[in-house]
């Protein structure tokens, strides 16, 4: 349920920053917005089928419980939605914005290096950062798309602050990536960090990462020209977030596990309201 209005603000925020940051008061079409927030939401969609492919056969000796491992759900079933999925997004386009095809392109080239596993899977799961890393720099690639329905439609260049915010997705994605992998002893999963990393390594790589999100953060506030009062702000919900991340460090348990997990995703959708919804909408 919580995929719905990250995505929407995901979206609205990225096309309200980059109209922030060519000095724009006003939002682009709402049809515009609407076949943009589509696009979003159905491209994480076939992320999330094309991963069930890419990793079905561990999931069939690790995850058994899962839908498709239990045969609940079919391969050729998801593979039937994923083709629909690809038209609807190519007749949208067609109709919508024409221009944005290129765009599109890029990020399913992108999505089918992911499901190959970029040519090494074996080195990739045997470094988990550099895994996590080069899968969540398809949230840029999205975002790219989303605030390109403002500044590549308008026929404008891409505003420097963008690369910030740009940033501020990617590191997000990790946040909430490996936010959401951090596991209390006993209820360890097959892929969660604090396995393969232990609980204080990995609550440190959380910490670090939510720490760069902070500073791309302000870095991209600078450059949107928004006021002293943005940064107290952020920096009061960063040390907020990192509350459950340092009790899980003393004390491992599954409630300080759900904790940090819904303070990766209740700071990333601070991140994107305070950067490009709430200033936009004030304004």
């Given at each position: 349920?919580?995929?719905?209005?990250?995505i929407?603000?995901?979206?609205?925020?990225?096309?309200?920053?980059?109209?922030?940051?060519?000095?724009?008061n006003?939002?682009?079409?709402?049809?515009?917005?609407?076949?943009?927030?589509?696009?979003?939401?159905?491209?994480?969609?076939?992320?999330?089928?094309?991963?069930?492919?890419k990793?079905?056969?561990?999931?069939?000796?690790?995850?058994?419980?899962?839908?498709v491992?239990?045969?609940?759900?079919?391969?050729?079933e998801?593979?039937?939605?994923?083709?629909?999925?690809?038209?609807?997004?190519?007749?949208?386009?067609?109709?919508?914005?024409?221009?944005?095809?290129?765009?599109?392109?890029?990020?399913?080239?992108?999505?089918?290096?992911?499901?190959?596993?970029?040519?090494?899977?074996?080195?990739?799961?045997?470094?988990?950062?550099?895994y996590?890393?080069?899968?969540?720099?398809?949230?840029?690639?999205?975002?790219?798309?989303?605030?390109?329905?403002d500044?590549?439609?308008?026929?404008?260049?891409?505003?420097?602050?963008?690369?910030?915010?740009?940033?501020?997705?990617?590191l997000?994605?990790?946040?909430?990536?490996?936010?959401?992998?951090?596991?209390?002893?006993?209820?360890?999963?097959?892929?969660?960090?604090?396995?393969?990393?232990?609980?204080?390594?990995?609550?440190?790589?959380?910490?670090?990462?939510?720490?760069?999100?902070?500073?791309?953060?302000?870095?991209?506030a600078?450059?949107?020209?928004?006021s002293?009062?943005?940064?107290?702000?952020f920096?009061?919900?960063?040390?907020?977030?990192?509350?459950?991340?340092?009790?899980?460090?003393?004390?491992?348990?599954?409630?300080?596990?759900?904790?940090?997990?819904?303070?990766?995703?209740?700071?990333?959708?601070?991140?994107?309201?305070?950067?490009?919804?709430?200033?936009?909408?004030?304004?």
């Amino acid at each position: 349920m919580v995929h719905l209005p990250l995505i929407t603000t995901f979206s609205f925020s990225a096309i309200a920053f980059s109209r922030t940051c060519r000095g724009f008061n006003t939002f682009i079409d709402i049809g515009i917005f609407a076949g943009g927030v589509f696009m979003a939401l159905t491209l994480f969609l076939l992320l999330r089928i094309l991963d069930e492919f890419k990793d079905h056969t561990e999931d069939v000796h690790h995850r058994p419980h899962l839908p498709v491992p239990r045969g609940l759900v079919r391969l050729s079933e998801l593979r039937i939605i994923g083709i629909f999925v690809v038209l609807l997004q190519i007749l949208i386009q067609w109709f919508l914005f024409p221009a944005m095809f290129l765009w599109y392109a890029l990020i399913l080239g992108y999505l089918a290096l992911m499901t190959t596993e970029f040519f090494c899977p074996e080195w990739l799961k045997a470094h988990p950062v550099w895994y996590v890393a080069s899968h969540m720099l398809i949230i840029p690639f999205v975002d790219i798309y989303q605030s390109g329905l403002d500044w590549y439609l308008g026929g404008g260049k891409a505003p420097t602050g963008l690369l910030f915010f740009f940033l501020v997705s990617f590191l997000n994605g990790i946040v909430l990536e490996v936010g959401r992998k951090i596991k209390a002893p006993g209820n360890e999963e097959f892929n969660s960090y604090t396995r393969t990393m232990g609980i204080p390594k990995t609550c440190r790589l959380w910490l670090i990462m939510l720490f760069l999100t902070w500073v791309s953060t302000c870095l991209a506030a600078y450059y949107a020209g928004f006021s002293m009062l943005t940064y107290v702000v952020f920096a009061l919900i960063a040390a907020a977030c990192t509350i459950p991340c340092i009790k899980m460090m003393s004390s491992p348990s599954v409630r300080n596990s759900k904790g940090i997990e819904l303070a990766s995703i209740g700071w990333t959708f601070a991140m994107y309201l305070g950067l490009g919804a709430f200033p936009f909408l004030i304004k």
